[in-house]
């Protein structure tokens, strides 16, 4: 038998047999072919991955710069080098290319002896986009309290909302006081619109319908944490028989239109279980956190036990439930509680999801255990917080790790918020007092409730803490970590809180990106922080605010991100516009006191 194995445009072709098309595989491999690069380096900015002579293709994000040069040298002699075109000498700078808002193609080609190379870098320079209000906004609403965005797609939770319609943009009036809405925005290329008004299909006073949200693809999922339904599964009667049970709504989308398409309850509502508290959705499974929820049972139950089987003895414990879609029909997969259940630790305050991988927040846990798989039993530190990760493997969900933090303290509310990727999971403890700042700061000194962001990682089924990330500005009472979001290398980390009467979130005057830091006139403004990940090491890389910050609007109160765009929630942004973008004066105009704004960057 003859192997042949030849290097052609970036890809490996294997041959086996007489090689002459019969039995060839290619094999793709980040690899150049022909003339390389010994080095890359840009003037400003981090490529990543970093630069490997054989690795073509790179990206690199920017904030405040608005130009690049970049210096390609080659790795041997003779070597013609253009940069977009434009021929540069080994060793030496480009000229300038200019960055616009969102992404730019750079090429470095490289030819020798007739073959030619090229390596491409996409670099992406953060700005806002659009500034974004609903159709039907009114005083008090909280438009922004929560959001989640997949592409160019943006689902808004505004838990106040008063309309009494039911289902997919019905007629607006104000008779439902504190009902919720969500709302759905599209973009098409740069721009923003509205393209639907979606309501509970059994709308009802102060049920907070929006008060959490979840996309994935076209499906969409709104949590009502205070509504008062009996029903138990999918699709039950609707009664108001069971005070803040909470619900969840399911709606899909089919070319631009969306319709609902079941209404999801626990296996065994209780009073003030609160399910809905939070959302989260991959493809076809649905999770849903019920931090109220008040079973002693520990571990994963398949099915839909009742509250028969699950019983009430330890309050506010905390469940999740995971929910699957099979066509067009949702049914309970699982009832999931932690391995060391407890009163009060609110399990299932925070859910995520991605693929086979569940991630489950329980601020309230109070084992002293730090890292990975500690011990479990020694509930000395009130309030400092667990995660808790389980993987599926068929239908059956099993749980994977304990997580706590590397300096865990009581009263930390580690969990209080966590987002997935892939192998990687994001935990905010938004009451975590250390006064570092930056990436892997030393943990000493003491800021109250400055809060903190940590980065795990997984290899295999094993678990490992990757970063502790604090503030480029760490402040008192700023709860950094009050909500994660993240999607591959980037995560995002806000400084928010809702209660603002006690003066929490972060404080300084700036609008816009990298704005300044030091003036903390505007309290409760509140902020968001990018992060970058290049290999194993994080970094800050914008420091966010609205275009027009003011005091108590609690900006990032919510955070998302996919791919380039991040949605920042300001639940309490106090203008009157009801358009997408109306401009700096209707900005300003603050005659809807906690309207709510949402801004959304690329």
């Given amino acids: 038998m003859k192997i042949a194995v030849l290097l052609v445009n970036g890809y490996f072709l294997l041959g086996m047999g007489d090689c002459n098309g019969g039995g060839v595989a290619r094999l793709q491999g980040s690899f150049s072919a022909g003339p390389t690069l010994s080095a890359l380096t840009l003037s400003a900015g981090l490529l990543n991955p970093s630069f490997e002579p054989n690795v073509t293709s790179y990206d690199t994000m920017y904030i405040g710069d608005t130009s690049v040069?970049?210096?390609?040298?080659?790795?041997?002699?003779?070597?013609?080098?253009?940069?977009?075109?434009?021929?540069?000498?080994?060793?030496?700078?480009?000229?300038?290319?200019?960055?616009?808002?969102?992404?730019?193609?750079?090429?470095?080609?490289?030819?020798?002896n007739g073959v030619s190379n090229t390596y491409t870098i996409t670099a992406h320079r953060l700005a806002q986009q659009a500034y974004v209000k609903a159709s039907n906004q009114g005083t008090g609403d909280e438009l922004g309290f929560s959001v989640a965005l997949d592409g160019d797609t943006l689902v808004v939770g505004a838990r106040r909302e008063a309309g009494n319609g039911t289902g997919v943009n019905p007629a607006h009036n104000n008779l439902a006081s504190n009902a919720g809405a969500a709302y759905v925005f599209a973009r098409n290329g740069t721009t923003w619109a509205q393209q639907a008004y979606l309501k509970a299909s059994n709308t009802g006073a102060d049920d907070w319908f929006g008060y959490s949200v979840a996309i994935s693809g076209d499906t969409i999922a709104v949590g009502a944490m205070n509504e008062d339904g009996s029903a138990t599964?999918?699709?039950?009667?609707?009664?108001?028989?069971?005070?803040?049970?909470?619900?969840?709504?399911?709606?899909?989308?089919?070319g631009t239109t969306w319709s609902h398409q079941a209404y999801v309850k626990a296996s065994n509502a209780g009073n003030t279980d609160q399910f809905g508290r939070t959302v989260a959705l991959s493809?076809?499974?649905?999770?849903?956190?019920?931090?109220?929820?008040?079973?002693?049972?520990?571990?994963?139950?398949?099915?839909?036990?009742?509250?028969?089987?699950?019983?009430?003895?330890?309050?506010?414990?905390?469940?999740?439930?995971?929910?699957?879609?099979?066509?067009?029909?949702?049914?309970?997969?699982a009832y999931v509680k932690a391995s060391n259940t407890g009163a009060g630790d609110n399990f299932g305050y925070s859910v995520a999801i991605d693929g086979e991988t569940l991630g489950v927040g329980a601020r309230g846990e109070e084992s002293n255990a730090v890292g990975i798989n500690g011990n479990q039993a020694n509930d000395s530190?009130?309030?400092?917080?667990?995660?808790?990760?389980?993987?599926?493997?068929?239908?059956?969900?099993?749980?994977?790790?304990?997580?706590?933090?590397?300096?865990?303290?009581?009263?930390?509310?580690?969990?209080?918020?966590?987002?997935?990727?892939?192998?990687?999971?994001?935990?905010?403890?938004?009451?975590?007092d250390g006064n570092g700042t930056g990436a892997n700061p030393p943990d000493s000194g003491t800021i109250v409730d400055s809060g903190a962001a940590y980065v795990f990682t997984r290899s295999g089924t094993t678990w490992s803490q990757q970063a502790y990330i604090k503030t480029s500005n760490t402040g008192g009472l700023d709860q950094f970590g009050w909500k994660v979001a993240l999607d591959g290398?980037?995560?995002?980390?806000?400084?928010?809180?809702?209660?603002?009467?006690?003066?929490?979130?972060?404080?300084?005057?700036?609008?816009?990106?990298?704005?300044?830091?030091?003036?903390n006139s505007a309290t409760d403004s509140g902020a968001a922080y990018v992060f970058r990940r290049v290999s194993t090491t994080w970094s800050q890389q914008a420091y966010v605010k609205a275009s027009n910050t003011g005091s108590d609007d609690e900006f990032a109160h919510s955070v998302a991100v996919s791919g380039d765009t991040i949605a920042v929630g300001a639940h309490l942004e106090d203008s009157n516009a009801t358009t997408i973008n109306p401009g700096a004066g209707a900005e300003a105009d603050n005659s809807a006191g906690n309207s709510g704004a949402v801004y959304v960057f690329q």
């Fill in 489 to 519: 290398d980037t995560l995002i980390v806000s400084a928010a809180n809702e209660q603002v009467t006690i003066d929490l979130g972060e404080d300084s005057v700036a609008t816009g990106i990298n704005g300044n830091q030091s003036d």
């Fill in 381 to 432: 530190m009130s309030f400092a917080g667990a995660v808790y990760v389980f993987t599926r493997s068929g239908t059956t969900w099993t749980q994977q790790a304990y997580v706590k933090a590397s300096n865990t303290g009581t009263g930390d509310r580690f969990g209080s918020s966590i987002a997935l990727s892939g192998d990687t999971l994001a935990v905010g403890a938004p009451t975590e």
């Fill in 69 to 112: 040069t970049v210096t390609p040298t080659a790795a041997d002699v003779g070597t013609t080098i253009t940069v977009n075109g434009t021929l540069v000498t080994s060793g030496n700078a480009s000229g300038a290319i200019a960055l616009p808002s969102g992404n730019t193609a750079i090429t470095v080609t490289l030819t020798a």
């Fill in 233 to 254: 599964g999918v699709n039950g009667a609707d009664n108001d028989g069971t005070a803040d049970s909470g619900a969840v709504y399911i709606f899909t989308r089919s």
């Fill in 283 to 333: 493809g076809d499974t649905l999770a849903v956190g019920a931090a109220g929820e008040d079973s002693n049972l520990t571990g994963v139950t398949a099915g839909s036990p009742n509250e028969g089987a699950t019983g009430n003895g330890s309050s506010d414990s905390g469940a999740v439930y995971v929910f699957t879609r099979s066509g067009t029909t949702w049914s309970q997969q």
